[in-house]
């Protein structure tokens, strides 16, 4: 079966910096647009940021816009979310998603998420 596999997650200070990997296995990342979505506690999933194939076109929530920096080697079937200057309402379960299009809600296969605390 065709699988993207998230890593990176973990405990971090506010103010401190993470970098989530999003890993495809069996198929070749660089057909697909990749997005990176999360879901807190009690609230609705969001996307917080996407990339086309060949990565010259990428787009930001305005929540993490100058923080968060999305990028892929293509490779080493690889996406990356790097995490700057974290907040505690970034708390969330990360997940990596490929999609129909660049930027698309349309998800054809997700991840399995992995958790962000931003604490103190």
């Known amino acids: 079966q065709l699988q993207l596999v998230e890593s990176g997650g973990g405990l971090v200070q506010p103010g401190g910096s993470l970098r989530l990997s999003c890993v495809a296995s069996?198929?070749?990342?660089?057909?697909?647009?990749i997005s990176w979505f999360r879901q807190a506690p009690g609230k609705e999933r969001e996307g917080v940021s996407c990339i086309s194939n060949s990565g010259g076109i990428t787009d930001y929530a305005d929540s993490v816009k100058g923080r968060f920096t999305i990028s892929r080697d293509n490779a080493e079937n690889t996406v990356y979310l790097q995490m700057n200057s974290l907040k505690p309402e970034d708390t969330a379960v990360y997940y990596c998603a490929a999609t129909d299009g660049v930027c698309s809600a349309s998800v054809r296969v997700w991840g399995q998420g992995t958790q962000v605390t931003v604490s103190s």
């Open positions: 069996r198929f070749f990342l660089g057909f697909y647009p």
